[in-house]
């Protein structure tokens, strides 16, 4: 357990329904990032905060996708109308910055499957 | 752009027998490497972590890495399995700073034979 926490572990939606995770980070780290893993693959880069400021977005995030990190603590990830390609492994990865690289620390993730 | 090739995504091995995952990195710059392990279901571990402080990095569960810099690799070793080892690895490199989205490998999924 590395402090950072994920929910739901599991959603199983339909096509076209909205779905939201929460990541909940350790409580001093001010970075945070959200990362995609389909089966098979490494994670994949989506988009990352410092603080409650949105820094960068992958091209991976299409206008479906949506998150947010209100007074820089917890954040969430919205996907508006789900598409079976959606399906994947949602993880949140947060760092206070210290030391050159600092060190992520991965949540459990949610698995997010699309029927 | 920074990239990293794992070669092969299943390495099979006996207990007792050393481990050897391989991982290439590309980068324009000096890169900052790391070896994440992954058990079911579960999230990310941080193994070990290159950081130009010394070219043999040492991680945890008795893991270490060499940086090359002629051969772009960073692979990584342990000198004997162990059945708590078998999991998913993956090869991470961090582009620019070192403190900004890292860019994995595809991972080497490896299993321990008793």
């Known amino acids: 357990d590395t402090g950072v926490s994920q929910d739901p572990r599991h959603k199983i939606t339909k096509r076209g329904q909205n779905v939201t995770f929460r990541c909940d980070p350790i409580s001093e780290h001010n970075r945070l990032y959200w990362y995609r893993q389909t089966l098979g693959q490494g994670p994949e880069f989506l988009t990352y905060f410092q603080n409650e400021a949105q820094l960068e977005k992958s091209r991976l995030l299409s206008d479906r996708f949506s998150a947010e990190r209100p007074k820089g603590s917890f954040s969430t990830l919205e996907i508006q109308r789900t598409e079976q390609g959606d399906s994947a492994m949602y993880l949140c990865?947060?760092?206070?910055?210290?030391?050159?690289?600092?060190?992520?620390?991965f949540g459990p993730g949610t698995r997010l499957t699309v029927t | 752009a920074q990239s990293v090739t794992q070669l092969g995504s299943h390495v099979s091995v006996s207990e007792g027998a050393l481990v050897l995952l391989r991982c290439n990195y590309s980068?324009?710059?000096?890169?900052?490497l790391f070896w994440y392990v992954q058990y079911p279901n579960q999230g990310l571990q941080l193994l070990l972590k290159?950081?130009?402080?010394?070219?043999l990095v040492k991680g945890i569960n008795g893991f270490e890495a060499e940086f090359k810099k002629s051969e772009t690799s960073f692979h990584l070793t342990k000198p004997s399995a162990h059945m708590s080892d078998a999991a998913e690895y993956f090869c991470a490199v961090s582009p620019n700073s070192g403190n900004t989205p890292l860019v994995f490998g595809k991972g080497t999924r490896l299993s321990v034979i008793a």
């Open positions: 990865a947060t760092t206070d910055l210290a030391g050159s690289p600092s060190e992520q620390y």
């Open positions: 290159y950081t130009s402080a010394a070219t």
């Open positions: 980068s324009s710059v000096p890169p900052y």
